[in-house]
């Protein structure tokens, strides 16, 4: 391992998110664990944490597989109970508390507003705001310890640009860049850094398994380079972020997309 690939030598990554292999969440642990960290991949289901772990062990990584189903809608008690054991696990696995804490689980239930339901709306909510703030309060301790902490929250170019038919998925979205916002400025000098990426199009079963041929086609054409950003992009931009000892940030990594969408 080079200088340069053991940037994270000594941390201790919790991703969530991680159970598909062309995700962001998988492309993000893969990367963190090949630059050095200890990685506990976090996944929905129990059945995928033998999974993940085999990932790990097939790449030669340090780690092990977490489930955490951040749709808890038991209430607060629950998620808290939940995420806490969780990362006791991940501390007894890793010899040291979590250091680098990124949320980057997220769904999509898309409809025009007209139809929209209450399930489809609290489903999101619930991955993208209840669940992680939660997660993010009961790791606050460890992250503390870790001098710097960090956390990056994976939110969407379309909480800043809006996108029809998923007023769901932007708003809460918007509402993840706003709490992460808010704790970057309650941790400010306090030794935990709270940043925001926000990609564009990523090909990842997300969009290239949910949206149609032509829809796809629309986005790509507002792509300088036509063509979609990998997961391993938005893997680098998490890597330089949680490297770069900033706080409140909103990264966004687009690949020109919000240029576009501004001269729309
Ligand atoms: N792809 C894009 O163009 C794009 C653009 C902007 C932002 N993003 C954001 O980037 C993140 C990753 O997206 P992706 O494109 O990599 O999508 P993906 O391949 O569909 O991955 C999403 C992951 O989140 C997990 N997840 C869903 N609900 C969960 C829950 N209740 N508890 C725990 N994990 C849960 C999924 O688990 P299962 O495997 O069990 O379903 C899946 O592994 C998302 O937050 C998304 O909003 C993506």
Known sequence: MSAEQARF???????????????????????????????????????????????????????IGVEIDLTDLNGYASIKAKSEARLTRI??????????????????HDDVAIRMTEEDWTEIDTVKNKGPFFLT??????????????????????????????????????????WTKSLALEYEGKGVNFNVVAPGLVDTDMTRGKLTAEQWQTLLEMMPDKKALQPEDIASAIAEVL????????VVVDGGLSEALSKK
């Open 9 to 63: 030598e000594g941390r201790v990554a919790f991703v969530t998110g991680t159970g598909r292999p062309n995700g962001i969440g998988w492309a993000t642990a893969r990367l963190l664990g090949q630059e050095g960290a200890f990685v506990a991949a976090g996944v929905r289901a129990n059945t995928d944490a033998k999974k993940v772990e085999g990932w790990l062990t097939e790449e030669g990584l340090n780690g």
């Open 91 to 108: 501390e007894e696995a890793a010899g040291a508390p979590v250091s680098d804490l990124v949320h980057i689980a997220g769904v999509t």
């Open 137 to 178: 309060v009961a790791a606050l301790r460890g992250l503390r310890k870790a001098k710097p902490g960090n956390v990056v929250s994976v939110s969407s170019l379309a909480a800043l640009y809006g996108h029809a038919g998923q007023s769901n998925y932007v708003a809460t979205n918007a509402a993840m860049i706003g």
């Open 243 to 250: 490297i770069s000892n900033k706080t409140g940030q909103v």
